[in-house]
């Protein structure tokens, strides 16, 4: 009898330390000022299509805030929010701000990344639709004040929309990875050229390699 408690205290033992040692996963639909994603935090679209969190990339032991497929594996990343300024460890947390602007902040509250919206929006919360993109929007209106579709990384995603401005030339572009593991701005970039007809430009740096248009 002494023995076989001996043998239930030792798997009571053993069960308590392995739930302890188990990471609490948060899966969140959608992020207002007061909740915040940390890492094994995730946000998830309404049909579980993207997921939204912090991850590394391949061997690298950079931490980025990056949205993939969620049911694709290998993962497949489609956006990168700190794609220039990784995190050096898993202490970042991703919020919102009562103004509506989403920012990335250390585990000493110095800030990473952040949205830079000029917008002051009331009621503000964050979404991750089922097509990939991020989305700010006011809680009575339901109106988008900012949305990561605006600043595309590498992929182009269906509903997203290469812009560009024929006054000041300004214009967001695709621009590829340094390499497979980092998320940098490399050499490449595809965007729509204003200057005369519009056309769709391929360079790398600031050599033109590709032009589809007149």
Request: a negative charge; glycine letters at 4%.
């Given at each position: 009898m002494a023995r076989t408690r001996t043998y239930n205290n030792v798997v009571l033992?053993?069960?308590n330390i392995m739930i302890f040692f188990?990471?609490?996963?948060?899966s969140l639909r959608s992020l207002t000022p007061d909740k915040s994603?940390?890492?094994n935090d995730y946000l998830?679209?309404?049909t579980g299509k993207f997921e939204a969190g912090f991850t590394n990339i391949e061997n690298s032991q950079n931490i980025y805030f990056c949205v993939w497929y969620k049911n694709l594996n290998p993962r497949t990343i489609?956006?990168?929010a700190n794609r220039d300024t990784p995190l050096q460890n898993s202490t970042g947390i991703f919020k919102?701000?009562?103004t509506g602007n989403p920012v990335i902040v250390d585990g000493s509250e110095n800030t990473i990344w952040f949205s830079n919206a000029s917008t002051i929006v009331e009621n503000p919360f964050l979404l991750l639709l089922d097509t990939g993109n991020i989305v700010v929007r006011n809680g009575s209106l339901n109106d988008v004040w900012w949305q990561s579709f605006d600043y595309p990384g590498d992929t182009l995603l269906p509903g997203m929309i290469l812009r560009t401005n024929r006054i000041n030339g300004?214009?967001?572009?695709?621009?590829s990875w340094k390499n497979s593991g980092d998320p940098a701005r490399g050499e490449f970039s595809y965007y729509i050229d204003s200057n005369g007809f519009p056309q769709l430009f391929i360079s790398k740096g600031s050599v033109l390699v590709y032009?589809?248009?007149s």
């Open positions: 033992l053993y069960s188990i990471p609490f996963v948060i994603i940390h890492y998830v679209s309404e489609v956006w990168v919102l701000t009562d300004a214009h967001n572009a695709l621009t032009r589809l248009g």
